[in-house]
């Protein structure tokens, strides 16, 4: 669908602006203008629901989010298109340990949401859906994968929380107040601990950061407490990869998903 298609629908004839947001890698998302205000209409790329994004469960997890306020408004959904608030604030591109755990705290606090997110079982996924549509699985899956076997039985069992799963540089806005954490299209009831791995992997935390993390996240940073969260740092990068390569294979978007792959298989193993 495009843009100015469902701009019209939304606020038929009322003359709004319209441009492009930059930034995304999966969907499209536009800046709208109107009436002295400011939103974000965000359409889905292709067969997104390869990726195991559910547009109802990401509205669901939105509105919990804008309820909680850590994220935007949600204003319409219309034809699986999430119409938001615009946050006019600035990428919050190093977010500090301190104030990501707090934000983290409030959300896995939070009432149950709609859908599962399991690590384990998207890898998986993502591996099957690539094989059925053509696309080579690259043969660091193998050692990924044997790793990742070993790392589940440690990490069953755990109490289910409300998790966004997707926590890279992008999704943080500093609106001068708080923090606020956007794109919810992968949350779903999972482990907490996998938010917490997924923040470490995408801003490179070292051991002190790490260590940081955890003790404003619950209060101390034990030898165990670090273990679960390398543990869920590595299936944090092993999705990654992974979902890097089920994009070769469905995405429209000019982007070099295979170099993406690789880079976080790399890291991964590393």
């Not at 079982?121 to 193998?142: I, K, Q």
């Not at 001068?176 to 470490?200: C, H, K, Q, S």
Request: contains cysteine; charged residues 30%.
């Amino acid at each position: 669908m495009e843009a100015e298609t469902i701009v019209e629908r939304l606020w038929p004839g009322a003359g709004a602006s319209v441009e492009p947001l930059g930034g995304g890698i999966t969907n499209h998302n536009f800046k709208v203008r109107i009436g002295g205000e400011t939103f974000v209409v965000r359409i889905g790329g292709r067969d997104t629901e390869l990726l195991g994004i559910d547009r109802e469960h990401e509205r669901a997890a939105s509105e919990l989010a804008a309820a909680l306020g850590v994220g935007p408004e949600v204003v319409a959904f219309l034809d699986g298109c999430l119409v938001t608030r615009f946050i006019d604030g600035r990428p919050a591109e190093n977010p500090q340990p301190s104030e990501v755990a707090e934000t983290l705290r409030l959300v896995h606090g939070a009432r149950p949401i709609p859908g599962r997110f399991d690590a384990f079982r998207v890898v998986e996924t993502y591996r099957r859906t690539a094989e059925e549509r053509g696309t080579p699985v690259p043969a660091a899956y193998g050692e990924a994968a044997r790793r990742a076997a070993a790392i589940e039985p440690r990490r069953r069992g755990q109490a289910l929380r409300p998790c966004h799963n997707d926590l890279l540089s992008a999704n943080f806005i500093d609106d001068g107040t708080r923090l606020r954490i956007v794109d919810w299209e992968y949350a779903g009831m999972g482990d907490p601990y996998f938010d917490l791995g997924n923040f470490a992997a995408n801003h490179d935390l070292d051991e002190g950061a790490e260590r940081a993390l955890l003790e404003a996240y619950a209060g101390s940073a034990e030898d165990e407490a670090l273990d679960a969260l390398r543990d869920m740092r590595f299936m944090s990068d092993f999705r990654e990869a992974m979902w890097g390569v089920v994009q070769q294979a469905i995405s429209d978007v000019d982007f070099d998903f295979a170099a993406y792959a690789d880079r976080h298989f790399e890291r991964a193993l590393a």
